[in-house]
């Protein structure tokens, strides 16, 4: 478990970092250009150059979106989309030289999210893995984008904004609230909590939830001491508020009304 200081940040501070992108390809410059294009973008880069080294990965790194050139060295792509898909729902994007249409049909049927055909544009492959992660959202039935009065949460992009200005979270601070997202309206526990966030190595005490829950309101409340948003039930228990949001458009940015639209 990550120690939590006094101020409610991990120590050392590791702050919120985008989604990691598993690229699986076995050329070392397709790799190279696609690393610059995510790193830019604020996502995380593992690379692979065979299924087999992909399949690796996959274990030892916490991997939540893939792009993969079926191409392979080792196996068929076609191959490495079954195994992937045998034990996980991580979307999967495919990126091939080969535009073919029984390629496409197959790579769909195996479970890829979608397919991009090289070269291709940097701006349409990006907004192409936001697609493809918000589509895995709602087929768990949750919601990628959570808007509660002036607060907004966009579970894909991983951009917390209040008033429409980016809040900074530390890595913790945004799993807490991401799981107060997913359950808004509803009330949980602490220990709901705590292992939902920790899994089965929950803390021994409670306080450091606590710190976290703290920091956050001093992060997104006008006023800490009186909460609209995260309110505590009956000391033991928390409850991230549903507010309609601000009637004015013209609050919103232009980034809110994109997604929401």
Not at 152 to 174: I, N
Not at 215 to 241: C, G, H, M, S
Request: net charge positive; hydrophobic share 40%.
């Amino acid at each position: 478990m990550p120690l939590v200081s006094s101020a409610g940040e991990e120590s050392p501070v590791e702050m919120l970092r985008g989604p990691t992108v598993l690229v699986i390809d076995d050329e070392q410059a397709s790799r190279i250009g696609l690393r610059r294009v995510l790193v830019a973008a604020g996502y995380q880069f593992v690379g692979a150059s065979t299924g087999t080294e992909a399949l690796e990965r996959m274990g030892t790194e916490k991997c939540e979106m893939i792009i993969l050139d079926p191409a392979l060295t080792d196996m068929d792509g076609s191959a490495l989309i079954r195994l992937i898909r045998r034990q996980s729902l991580i979307p999967i994007l495919v990126l091939s030289a080969s535009g073919d249409e029984r390629s496409k049909v197959r790579a769909f049927d195996l479970g890829a999210d979608d397919y991009v055909t090289k070269p291709f544009a940097e701006e349409e492959l990006l907004a192409r893995l936001r697609t493809a992660f918000r589509h895995r959202f709602q087929a768990r039935g949750e919601r990628p984008l959570f808007v509660s009065g002036d607060l907004v949460v966009d579970l894909v992009c991983r951009d917390v904004r209040l008033r429409g200005r980016r809040v900074m979270l530390t890595r913790l601070e945004y799993n807490v609230l991401s799981v107060l997202v997913r359950y808004a309206g509803r009330v949980l526990t602490h220990r709901q909590l705590t292992r939902e966030i920790w899994g089965e190595s929950i803390p021994g005490t409670l306080q450091p939830l606590r710190v976290i829950i703290g920091v956050l309101r001093r992060k997104i409340e006008a006023d800490p001491a009186r909460p609209r948003y995260i309110l505590t039930e009956t000391r033991v228990r928390y409850r991230l508020a549903v507010r309609e949001r601000a009637a004015d458009p013209a609050a919103a940015t232009a980034e809110d009304r994109i997604s929401l639209g």
